[in-house]
């Protein structure tokens, strides 16, 4: 798994044609497309990573315009994240040409081989999601 994740991660890195981003903060703007109005302290849990650290990253993220910090209309003392036009369409892009590279590697295995990978997915799926709450 850390080798697919690797491989595919560095061959995206060499075609994406944005503004190159760390995978710690592809994870974060994932995240969030996933989960808006998250506060960093949600982050940090859910990452399992220092507050500061989480903090660090969505200040690099704000600065290149991905994501926006938002007063949350409860308690104006609270941040709550959420991405920007510019993050949504970063992150499209980077998913996008994920994606292709996934269905181009896929179509060059063997049929038998392609099927058993896919096939496996929803198994992966509740895998990782699993992981998350140990």
Sequence with gaps: MTRLR???RQ??????????????QVEILQRIL????L???DLARKHRMAK???STLVQQLVVKGLVERL???????VVRLTLTR????????????DERLLATALRRIDESQRAAIIN????LVLLAAELEHI
């Design 34 to 37: 996933d989960e808006p109005n």
């Design 86 to 97: 510019h993050g949504e369409q970063s992150l499209r892009v980077w998913t996008d040409l």
């Design 71 to 77: 007063p949350d209309a409860a308690d104006r003392r």
């Design 6 to 8: 690797r491989t595919l």
């Design 120 to 123: 496996s997915v929803p198994a």
């Design 11 to 24: 061959r995206v890195r060499a075609e994406f044609s944005g503004e190159a981003l760390p995978t710690a």
């Design 39 to 41: 506060r960093i302290s």
């Design 52 to 54: 500061n650290t989480v």
